[in-house]
């Protein structure tokens, strides 16, 4: 496997689009520890912070297809720059918020905002990646994203504790639009016209892709459909945790906000291990098998089936540090599928890469929206801290069938599937 200096160009970009993943989940999760703040000052229910969860991810699914054709249309460069700005002023606004219509809205404008940076991101890596190092960019970029994940909940509750709810807000915002101005000055579309870039980078990495037009929709939704409806199985039980976790752990077992803070971080942390190890993992199998199917779907049904197991426990043991240890297990097999499953996109689809990863974000985005909701209202009708995991293990049970209907190893070209050469490890 080609290896690229830390200073090198590609190195460079991967760590700004890093340093994107982490404060673009910095920016949604914070609301999930700020909702002891607000939720007493509003006086919310669980269904109604719920809602304000899930908010986002209503433009945040509109936004996935759509800004997949923008970016592979306009460029990761355009595309994030607006968004960046977009989503970094909606932060802000949500500090500002004065009830729960204005927290709504400003959800509602981060969604839009935050819908089209992941499909860009992936069609900026399908110029910047070479093939053989897919699975270990999406790995390392959504390990980023848990990164923010870890460390909102002890950020939001230091800025809390010192200052309030709204000003962790304002820092996040800042965050966020501080990125966009260094991202203006170090991203280029293409590689060849980045200052920094060698003959020797430009070898390794894909050819400049054509600019294709017609593209055909209905074609690609159908060749992504069995891709987006496993990532809906995983997504369901990431919105659960991302939502969740925090108040699970103040409230099922009424631990202080600080140590329940703790208890959470470790949970996200432990998906930082697994995002990582699971890029590492799925570029390993296929430089060993050339088999892509066995890189990809495979190993996504059995990480699957290892969340489901490990998840169990908690319908019968009542204790904070089993639950952690069970959670923190689930999260890292949940989240080791991370790797080849945005891999699959610039596998199947090169040449639309941020459409195809838009339609399959569409089905984490889709559970999104769901399981927030439907994990508040269980809490509130039963009592029951532990009964919204029940739908993520029967879903990881689905997602271990399904995830041998994605086919990794038949490219999409204009309509046409074609079969990937066994044991190719050429750029396309």
């Known amino acids: 496997m080609k290896r690229y200096r830390l200073t090198s160009a590609s190195s460079i970009v991967l760590i700004m689009l890093c340093i994107m993943y982490f404060i673009t989940y910095l920016d949604r999760v914070n609301v999930s520890t700020a909702a002891a703040g607000f939720g007493k000052e509003f006086q919310l229910s669980h269904t109604q912070v719920g809602l304000v969860f899930s908010a986002f991810a209503y433009p945040y699914l509109l936004f996935q297809v759509i800004g997949g054709w923008v970016s592979d249309r306009f460029g990761a460069r355009r595309t994030l720059l ?26 509602l404008l981060l969604g839009f905002g935050e819908g089209a940076t992941f499909p860009a991101s992936t069609s900026a890596m399908s110029r910047w990646v070479a093939k053989e190092r897919r699975g270990f960019a999406q790995g390392i970029t959504h390990s980023a994203s848990r990164v923010g994940n870890a460390v909102a909940p002890a950020v939001v509750v230091l800025v809390m504790a010192r200052y309030g ?25 293409h590689p060849k016209d980045h200052p920094r870039i060698t003959e020797a980078e430009l070898a390794i990495l ?22 987006t409806i496993v990532y809906f199985c995983y997504g369901w039980t990431l919105w659960l945790f991302l939502s969740w976790i925090p108040q699970y752990f103040l409230h099922n077992y009424h631990l202080q906000l600080g140590k329940s803070a703790i208890f959470a971080s470790v949970v996200f942390l432990a998906g930082v291990v697994g995002d990582t190890l699971g890029g590492l993992v799925t570029d390993w199998l296929f430089q060993r098998t050339g088999n892509l199917k066995r890189a990809r779907s495979w190993m996504v049904s059995v990480c699957m089936l290892i969340t489901l197991i ?9 204790d904070p540090v089993i639950s952690m240890a069970c959670l923190a297990a689930g999260f890292f097999f949940a989240e080791m599928t991370i790797g080849p499953m945005w891999a699959i996109p610039m596998d199947i689809a090169p040449e639309f890469s941020g459409t195809a990863s838009g339609m399959m974000n569409t089905g984490s985005a889709l559970a999104a929206i769901i399981s927030p909701v439907v994990g508040g209202f269980l809490i509130d009708r039963f009592g029951n801290w532990d009964l919204p995991f ?16 994605m086919q990794p190893d038949s490219r999409f070209e204009l309509g046409k599937p074609t079969e990937e050469p066994t044991g190719s490890h050429q750029g396309v």
């Open 310 to 318: 490990v998840l169990v426990p908690l319908m019968f043991v009542h």
């Open 390 to 405: 029940v739908g993520s293990m029967v879903l990881m049970g689905c997602g271990v069938i399904l995830a041998f209907r």
């Open 82 to 107: 607006f968004c960046g700005a977009l989503w970094g002023v909606a932060t802000v606004l949500t500090g500002m918020a004065g009830g729960l219509a204005t927290l709504l809205a400003a959800r």
């Open 165 to 189: 709810w709204r000003e962790s807000f304002y820092v996040c915002g800042a965050l966020s639009l501080l990125w966009v101005v260094v991202w203006a000055v170090t991203f280029t579309e």
């Open 206 to 227: 894909p050819p400049p892709k054509p600019r294709v037009t017609g593209l055909p929709w209905m074609a690609l939704f159908k060749r992504m459909m069995p891709v």
